[in-house]
């Protein structure tokens, strides 16, 4: 029960690219493995590697930007992976699997699962080989099971906490939805964003937990942020600046919307959207950010209103005299901009 990185992938690249210095970053859970891998790399092939420090929470997190500034010629953003294995000028996605089974948590379920017919099943980037295995473990119990399609970002039945366009496809096909893994983070995503019964099969505790309560205690404290900023005069739009996240597009069209309604806006742009950094814009009333739309609704701690792009399309709504509706049941949250850089052609060598 351990998650690996892909290091064949990795010493192939090498091997192919040769490059003169790398920079890797990958989320807190990984960051162990990272560091092997780094000096696995150093003792084979004498390539010096660079850990960037930085927050990474998603595949949205990459450090394309950081290449040339650190004098490197590629990078490798470790645990996230997708349709697209190549991310800008210089990135590779590196996948990182979790060998656990989930045979047990899956058996344990099946009698609670019962009421349920047509099963929809979802999981996150490491556990992605262990779709087929409960798929079929579920059909043999009786269940109809569905995965959703792959498309241009999303492998098949993958979500990320910002898209969950893979399986929402099949909301209307199935009566719950099983996520794989510990993540409820991930699980309560799809219960917000496609509105069925959502259930995490964790294979570690080995049991099953119905995400319905949190989904919906998020989804009241989202909708009480939508209305509380409704009075503010007084807006700043947050541009994030994580390579994956940069929105202004949306950041110009919201404030459009505030600006055409009477609201006034400050822009700003922040890498790390946290309470510390937003505290100091203290005639701000209310913002809007259009980077992860998680930072929104997970974020308790914000003292003001902190609205993601589908709360903020929910409180223009409002203002333009339109109804609230369930604004968080939608594909996406936000149009990650991943895999839509243009890769430039380039020539690394040592
Ligand atoms: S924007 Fe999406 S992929 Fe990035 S950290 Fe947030 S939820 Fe994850």
Redesign the pocket.
């Known amino acids: 029960m351990t998650v690996k990185i892909d290091t064949e992938r990795v010493f192939n690249l090498i091997e192919e690219k040769r490059p003169s210095r790398i920079v890797i970053n990958a989320p807190g859970g990984l960051l162990l493995q990272t560091m092997d891998l780094m000096k696995a790399v150093e003792r084979k092939y004498g390539v010096q590697c660079v850990l960037v420090g930085d927050s990474c929470?998603?595949?949205?997190?990459t450090v394309d930007n950081e290449v040339e500034k650190l004098g490197a010629t590629m990078a490798l953003h470790i645990g996230h992976n997708a349709t697209v294995q190549t991310v800008g000028d210089y990135t590779y996605l590196v996948d990182a699997k979790d060998d656990v089974k989930f045979e047990t948590v899956v058996q344990r379920s099946i009698p609670m699962l019962s009421k349920y017919k047509r099963i929809g099943l979802a999981t996150f980037s490491q556990h992605l080989d262990e779709l087929e295995p409960v798929k079929r473990q579920l059909e043999g119990a009786g269940f109809e099971v569905y995965l959703g399609r792959k498309n241009s970002l999303l492998l098949a039945s993958q979500t990320?906490?910002?898209?969950f366009s893979t399986v929402f496809e099949n909301t209307e096909k199935v009566d719950a939805f099983c996520y794989l893994g510990q993540s409820e983070f991930h699980a309560v995503g799809v219960a917000l964003a496609t509105g069925k019964p959502t259930f995490l099969l964790d294979p570690y505790m080995e049991e099953m937990r119905d995400m319905r309560a949190e989904a919906e205690e998020r989804q009241k404290r989202a909708i009480l942020a939508v209305y509380k900023a409704l009075d503010a005069r007084v807006f700043g739009v947050v541009t994030g600046l994580?390579e994956?996240?940069i929105m202004t597009a949306r950041s110009k069209w919201i404030t459009g919307r505030l600006e055409a309604n009477g609201k006034k806006v400050v822009q700003l742009a922040i890498r790390d959207i946290t309470p510390d950094r937003l505290a100091q814009y203290t005639h701000v009333e209310a913002f809007v950010q259009t980077?992860?739309?998680?930072i929104s609704i997970d974020g308790y701690t914000f003292k003001k209103p902190v609205l993601s792009i589908p709360q903020a399309d929910a409180l223009v709504g409002l203002l333009e005299g339109r109804e609230i509706k369930d604004f968080l049941h939608r594909p996406k949250w936000?149009e990650?901009v991943v895999g839509q850089i243009p890769r430039a052609q380039v020539v690394v060598s040592r």
């Open positions: 929470f998603g595949i949205c997190d990320f906490g910002c898209d994580k994956g996240q980077a992860c739309p998680r936000i990650l």
